[in-house]
């Protein structure tokens, strides 16, 4: 399958003023041009239930009603692990939850240039078939510095972060 892992809404220095699930009905629609795998779609908890939000839900709705083999899950709900596991790709926004699936050999594929993580990506989503996999032990690093000081590295807090439960 391939996950499909959603910012926080339209909060957030982050979303660039666009919705997480406009985003995601935009990106499904992209995925499917290249791809029929299952798709699971991980909503993050969000703020609220504003009036925009809301709104915005509009297009989960219109992608139940036109993809098959679409998948619900939600932030706190299940394991990012679990969501994972055997997955093909996971493709985010600028969500960093994406580093979960590379710090897990799974290919990831950012279709925002500000996201964490964005040079790393596998491609552009009409690469999700053939994912072009970047060195990770070059990401890791990356990562951690811009996370974590070197004593927390050494306690084994970045570790437990991101171990499969």
Known sequence: HICLFLNRGLGGFSTFGKPCYEWAKETVD??????????????????????????????????????MNIKLTALGETDIHDDLKNAWACVVYTSTSGAVAMLNGIPMISTHEACFSHK??????????????????NYITHYANAHWNLEEVKQGILWKKYAAS
């Not at 790393?120 to 078939?129: L, M, N, P, R, V």
């Open 120 to 137: 790393w990506s596998a491609g552009k989503i009409s690469d999700i078939e053939k994912p072009l996999l970047k060195d990770r032990e």
């Open 30 to 67: 992209e995925i499917r041009k290249y791809s029929d795998r299952p798709i699971l779609i991980r909503s993050h908890r969000h703020a609220g239930d504003t009036a925009e939000l809301k709104k915005d839900k509009e297009n989960l709705h219109d992608i139940l009603k036109k993809h």
